[in-house]
Nanobody, 126 residues
C-alpha cells in the first residue's frame, strides 16, 4: 500500500517552468514503477512519463519529450516532474501514479496503475 501526494502546481505563463513533486508513503517505494499522467477538462487521462525503480529507464509521451524530465529520489520516497517551456496545451490536472513492478506491459494505460494521488492543477496562460 502506498499513498501519493502531489504538490507544485500553479498558474504560469507560456514559456515558464514548474517542478511538480510527489511524496510517497510506505517502505517499499523502490518496488514501484512511478509515473505522471494529466487530465484536461473533457479529455481522457493522458500518460506523460514514467521511471523505473533505479531511474535507468524513463519514457515520455511525444507531447512532452524534450521539455519535461522525470526523476525520483528513493531516499526521500519522492518523484518529480520538471516541466520547461510550458505551453497553454499543458494545462491540466497532473497526477502521480504508482504500480507494482510487473514489467513494462501497457505502462501508458492509466488502468494499469494501482495507486494515485489527488492531483495538482497546472494552468498555463498564453
Amino acid at each position: 500500500q502506498v499513498q501519493l501526494v502531489e504538490s507544485g502546481g500553479g498558474l504560469v505563463q507560456a514559456g515558464d517552468s514548474l517542478r511538480l513533486s510527489c511524496a510517497a508513503s510506505g517502505r517499499t517505494f523502490t518496488s514501484y514503477l512511478m509515473a505522471w499522467f494529466r487530465q484536461a477538462p473533457g479529455k481522457e487521462r493522458e500518460f506523460i512519463s514514467c521511471i523505473n525503480w533505479n531511474s535507468i529507464i524513463t519514457y515520455y509521451s511525444d507531447s512532452v519529450k524534450g521539455r519535461f524530465t522525470i526523476s525520483r529520489d528513493n531516499a526521500k520516497n519522492a518523484v518529480y516532474l520538471q516541466m520547461n517551456s510550458l505551453k497553454a496545451e499543458d494545462t491540466a490536472v497532473y497526477y502521480c501514479a504508482a504500480r507494482n513492478a510487473r514489467g513494462w506491459e501497457r505502462f501508458r494505460d492509466p488502468n494499469e496503475y494501482d495507486y494515485w494521488g489527488q492531483g495538482t492543477q497546472v494552468t498555463v496562460s498564453s
